[in-house]
């Protein structure tokens, strides 16, 4: 079963331009969360999807962000200026169920902002 | 919403050494869940806990829940180089308290 999958792996940007990330569930998984970890610090959340819906976007840092789940399957997230303060790992994680259940996290995507 | 609170952020241990991480929360928490990142790596699940005072071991590592559901702790008996990377607790949070809401983690360093 190919488990939770992210791309690109890496993306180096200018400040000002936009990037998306995609990220690909395990199949079958309602459940998927997007989080950045900068700098070796906390697993920020950013937002949970139940399907197509947004369940709870609260942390999102602003609306340059845009996250998006058509038709419940894969998922993208659009950075719309990129800003230096934007530059982490992004990681997506997805489960069968709610947050009672486990987590599979993609390997992530490191964003750099220049 | 909900938070959860870890320490310590750093630990460095000499091979061989114990070593423990808390997490903390204001609120009752439904489960905990512990995860391990290794440098370079993501985040990987280790264990859930929900019963009150629960205890599980895997090998060297000892997992418990407080009775009140409130603050849980990983020992590890013994750390080898292997166990080098950041630990998280996670509890249920979020707005609509259904996220999964991950603590600032515990960075362990172990030197032979």
């Known amino acids: 079963e190919a488990g939770v999958t992210q791309f690109p792996s890496h993306s180096v940007i200018e400040k000002g331009q936009t990037v998306t990330l995609r990220c690909d569930p395990i199949?079958?998984?309602?459940?998927l969360y997007w989080y950045r970890r900068v700098m070796g610090k906390e697993i920020k959340f950013l937002l949970h999807f139940v399907k197509e819906s947004k369940q709870d976007e609260s942390g999102m840092p602003n609306n340059r962000f845009l996250a998006e789940r058509t038709g419940g399957t894969y998922s993208t997230l659009k950075v719309q200026p990129a800003e230096l303060e934007d530059s982490g790992v992004y990681f997506c994680?997805?489960?069968?169920?709610?947050?009672?259940?486990?987590?599979?996290f993609g390997q992530g995507t490191r964003l750099t902002v220049v | 919403g909900q938070q959860v609170m870890q320490i310590p952020q750093y630990q460095h241990v000499q091979e061989g050494e114990d070593f423990t991480t808390y997490c903390n929360s204001s609120t009752t928490l439904s489960n905990i869940q512990w995860y391990k990142q290794r440098p370079g790596g993501h985040p990987v699940f280790l264990i859930q806990?929900?019963?009150?005072?629960e205890v599980k071991k895997q090998k060297r590592l000892t997992f418990q829940f407080g009775e009140a559901k409130k603050n849980s702790s990983l020992h590890i008996t013994a750390t080898q180089t292997t166990d080098v990377g950041t630990y998280f607790c996670a509890g249920l949070g979020g707005q609509a308290g259904t996220a999964l809401i991950f603590g600032k983690g515990t960075t362990l360093s172990v030197s032979s």
């Open positions: 199949s079958g998984h309602d459940n």
């Open positions: 806990l929900v019963k009150s005072g």
């Open positions: 994680a997805s489960s069968p169920q709610g947050g009672g259940t486990e987590a599979f």
